[in-house]
Structures are given as structure tokens and as C-alpha cells.
């Protein structure tokens, strides 16, 4: 027979399982629920976004949670033989998903195994949004389960705020998963499915370079010339831009990434979101038609001017010491008419927060630091001058060129694209670039 619980009552793990494992079964009526899992250490806070288990995230790096839906409810199993030692707590949680409150749920229950289980209701909660269901814990070398079931007012966010998490807390503070961060996971999945597993390909490739929890801006900046045409027209340049806005929103939380278009002119249609992702491409050139000429100054005198409006695009004197830094995917097929215009605009930018990833499409060199093929001569001899060019506070840009947009694999693409940045931020925060 199964053992009723109550809140507040322990039992060890032993008691539970024999194996270390164990399956928690959620069961919700009433009002839809979200469950989710919060991997803790010591200090009482979230050790990384990675070890919050939830729909969207439905295993931890080391396989030690996992999680699957069941009808209105959810099954999280739990090898403790698997988790980190800097995990001290795994701590299930509930939060209503969309309008209402706890009070009006139904009968629910959390079921451990097959031995013990604890019922709850509408009638144990007020008007709370979310609540701390159970928690499996570290006690004297051994792991015991409590039940918890305690009921917070702020729903999500005082969950966040419960494991030491601040949205306004400094970067360099650990950041667990955020309500928004939590919001547009659900968006993705309901409005651009197409993206789910390039966001997931792009998270892996932050962890490895330790921005997982990383915040920046986005933008996409893409050569409208003639000599593109064939690119845009093969959906290719689509295709790209969908892995873009996959890692923008791993950056962000608004879920859209700002576009700028440059041929002899400069053209900013508006962002790229979820929404518009699928047709994104294929509209904004029908209404900004493909031109001659390319002019990469001019596209950096207009994204810097956008970002940095008090510097009017000109030369800075000092640092700027901004908080939030800016990633720029510079797309183009071929060299540039305007080159000292270019070079003035990468130097003065150097003293900005903004970061250039320039990608020629056609022959040439790869990163430099990639384990990748090499040709003696290159399409691109002004970019690679760019990635080295002299004369700047600290180096702001990295190059690198496909033979085609689709080259690489999504994870290949997304590692290829951390080379610099991740140092980048380093110096720019030691030389007063970012706060």
C-alpha cells in the first residue's frame, strides 16, 4: 500500500529506491501546471541554467534528471550516481501556466515510486502562482527526500528569487534560469518549432565557452549586392539567417534579432522574430531589391550609429564602458568600396561594445584558429587585414569563409562563431569597454 505523505515529513532515499534512482511522478487537475526541477549546490542557488529541467529542457548535461510529459502532468527521474558533486538539492517546483492560481486546483498528487505519495489541492495554497513541491537532498553522505509544499505569491519569480536569483544581480554573479529566459523557450516551441534544435545546438556551444548564461544584443547584417543573388534565391541565405536568430535567442530574451541590408546603401526592415522567421528573407527583398556595389563602412557607420546614437558613428576618445555588448554577423561575398571608411569605422568601434564576426562566402581561409582547410590565396584579403588591423584599443572582429552558407553543421557553425568572442569580452571588460 502506498504511504501517504505529508508537508514536512522525510524519508530516505534508501526507503524510496534501491538503486539511487528515483521516479517522481506529477499528476494536476483544475488548473494547468509547468514542473520543473532545480538543480542546487550548497549556497543554496542554482549551479547553472543547464541543471533547470523543465519541458523545453528535458535533461540535465549529466543525465542525472530527466524529464517526460504524462498527459497534464510530468515524470522526472533522478539517478543521484549521475549528478555533479556541486549539486546538493534537486528541489521540484510547480507554477501555473497562463491565467489563475493554485487555489483552484483539483486533486494532484506527487507520487515517488511505487511506496509513497502526497496529495494536494486548491485548498492548500491562497492565491500563490507557484509552489516548491518536494526536495531530494544531501544529508550526512546519504540522500533523503522532504515535502515541501510551500506556495509563493510571485509565482515564477519568487521560485527564481527563492534560489538566490536577481535579474538585476551583476553579470558576474551566478545566474540561475530567469521567468523570461523560461517564457521564450515556450514561445519557440509554439510559434517556431523549425528553431527548437538550433537554439539547443547554439546553448551547447555557449555552455563549452562558458556564456550559458551569457546576455547580449544581436544583429544580422547581410550583403544585398547582385553577386549574392543566386544565394538568396537557393533559400540559403534563409537557412542562415534561422541559425542567427536560433543563437540570438540564447542571447536575448525578446526573441528577435535587428537586420541591416547594405549594397551602395544601407537598409534596416524590421527585426526577425519568431513570428516572422519562416518568409523573413524572401519579404525583405522584395522590398529592398538586390544592388550594386558594397559598402561595408557604410553598414558599420549604421549599426553603430543605431546602437551608440551619442557618438553619432564618429571617433571615440574613451571607452564607453556600456553594460550590454553587441554580437554583429557580418555577411558578404565580396570586398568592399569603401576601405578606409571600413578601417576608420572597426577602429573607432574598438572602444564600443560591439563585437564584428565577418563571414566572406567563397574561397579562403578559415578562423584562424579552427583545424579547418586552408588555400594559398584567398577572396577576402581585406577581411583577414580587418581581423588584424592595427590600431585599435583591443581586437573587436574575427573572420572566417565558407564556400557556402550551409557549410557546416550547426554545431560546427555556432563553435565557429564563439573563436573570439568569449575573449573579446575578457579584454573589453579590462579596458573599460563594458562595465
Not at 510551500?150 to 515564477?156: A, C, D, R, Y
Request: charged fraction near 20%; charge should be neutral; aromatic fraction near 8%.
Amino acid at each position: 500500500m502506498m504511504e501517504q505523505l505529508s508537508r514536512g515529513q522525510r524519508l530516505p532515499l534508501a526507503s524510496l529506491s534501491d538503486n539511487g534512482k528515483l521516479v517522481i511522478t506529477l499528476a494536476a487537475s483544475g488548473v494547468p501546471l509547468d514542473f520543473s526541477c532545480f538543480g542546487v549546490g550548497v549556497d543554496g542557488k542554482l549551479v547553472s541554467e543547464a541543471y533547470m529541467t523543465f519541458f523545453n529542457q528535458p535533461s540535465t548535461p549529466c543525465g542525472g534528471v530527466t524529464m517526460s510529459a504524462q498527459g497534464s502532468g510530468a515524470v522526472f527521474t533522478i539517478d543521484t550516481a549521475r549528478l555533479p558533486a556541486t549539486i546538493d538539492q534537486v528541489v521540484v517546483t510547480a507554477s501555473v501556466d497562463g491565467s489563475g492560481s493554485l487555489a483552484q486546483l483539483g486533486a494532484s498528487a506527487l507520487r515517488l515510486g511505487d511506496k509513497a505519495s502526497f496529495d494536494f489541492s486548491g485548498s492548500d495554497f491562497a492565491q500563490e502562482r507557484a509552489a516548491m513541491l518536494g526536495n531530494l537532498y544531501r544529508k550526512d553522505g546519504q540522500w533523503r527526500f522532504t515535502i515541501v509544499g510551500q506556495g509563493f505569491n510571485g509565482g515564477l519569480d519568487a521560485l527564481v528569487a527563492h534560489f538566490g536569483g536577481d535579474v538585476a544581480a551583476p553579470a558576474a554573479a551566478p545566474a540561475p534560469a530567469q521567468p523570461a529566459r523560461i517564457s521564450l523557450d515556450k514561445r519557440i516551441e509554439k510559434e517556431a518549432p523549425q528553431l527548437v534544435n538550433l537554439v539547443k545546438a547554439a546553448g551547447v556551444s555557449l555552455a563549452k565557452a562558458g556564456l550559458d548564461t551569457h546576455r547580449a544584443k544581436v544583429a544580422l547584417v547581410l550583403d544585398i549586392s547582385g553577386s549574392m543573388t543566386s544565394l538568396y534565391s537557393k533559400g540559403l541565405v534563409q537557412q542562415f539567417a534561422d541559425r542567427i536568430l536560433a543563437l540570438g535567442c540564447k542571447f536575448d530574451d525578446d526573441g528577435e534579432i535587428d537586420v541591416f541590408l547594405f549594397g551602395a546603401n544601407v537598409h534596416q526592415p524590421e527585426p526577425m522574430s519568431l513570428a516572422n522567421a519562416p518568409t523573413y528573407i524572401k519579404k525583405v527583398i522584395a522590398k529592398h531589391p538586390l544592388e550594386g556595389d558594397t559598402r561595408y563602412g557604410r553598414a558599420m557607420e549604421a549599426v553603430r550609429r543605431y546602437y551608440f546614437p551619442d557618438g553619432n558613428a564618429a571617433e571615440r576618445k574613451a571607452p564607453v564602458g556600456g553594460k550590454t555588448p553587441v554580437y554583429v554577423m557580418f555577411v558578404t561575398d565580396g570586398s568592399t568600396s569603401d576601405q578606409p571608411l571600413t578601417e576608420k569605422q572597426l577602429r573607432w568601434s574598438s572602444r564600443e561594445p560591439i563585437f564584428w564576426q565577418f563571414m566572406g562566402i567563397g574561397k579562403g581561409r578559415k578562423s584562424k584558429s579552427k583545424k579547418l582547410f586552408a588555400f594559398a590565396d584567398s577572396d577576402f584579403p581585406f577581411l583577414e587585414k580587418l581581423d588584424g588591423l592595427d590600431g585599435r584599443l583591443i581586437d573587436n572582429a574575427d573572420f572566417f569563409s565558407v564556400a557556402s552558407p550551409d557549410e557546416h553543421s550547426d554545431s560546427e557553425l555556432y563553435d565557429l562563431l564563439m573563436t573570439e568572442y568569449p575573449g573579446w569580452l575578457k579584454l573589453a571588460k579590462q579596458h573599460g569597454v563594458l562595465s
